[in-house]
């Protein structure tokens, strides 16, 4: 009962935030137009998300951060960026495994489609690939089934991997400024790496 009103409280700050963000973004633009709807225009994306990841030794929570720059096509509806992201992670609230401290860095490349759009809002289908870098330690832990302990392991791995997500996005009108969230389940995967995009919060700027 106290988690979900915390959720609420928290849910309902962000709805006013964001409100007051987009409003201020109206306030100041420059003209009429629909800025996100011209062919070919161009964005800076940023965005932060909490996420789950699991390679074929490591396993632990981080929250990523990330950048990249965008294209638009089809009157907005569709965009397509190339984005590097990182974060730290580790073994936080897992307990059968081994604790691990690790950093994994993602170069991708990905498409999102407006499959509903209505005035400023539209619901969004995301597909793309990526190529993640995962290095760090794995620290010492018994091994039941050696019956001895393992020492303190070392590792680097690369994982290519694909993406699938779906999200919103609200996009004001005469405004420079964007933001998209994306929704559980929705990631990074193959068949020895998932990276689980618990909720990712993004912000476009156009120039």
Known sequence: MILFKSLRELLYVFSVTAYLFFAATNVFSQDSTWVWRVEGSSSLKFFGLI?????????GFGIPLGIGFQKHYLNGRWRVNTSIQAASYRTFAITDVPDSYYRVTTLGIYSDLDILRYYSFS????AGAGLSYSRGITLSWWNENFGQTIQDEPFNRWYPSVYLAYGIRIAPRKSKY???IFLPPGGHANKNFYLLHIVRVGVDYKF
Do not use: D, N, P, T
């Open 178 to 180: 964007a933001i998209e």
């Open 51 to 59: 996420a789950y990841q699991e390679g074929r030794g490591e396993q």
């Open 123 to 126: 619901v969004v289908l995301g």
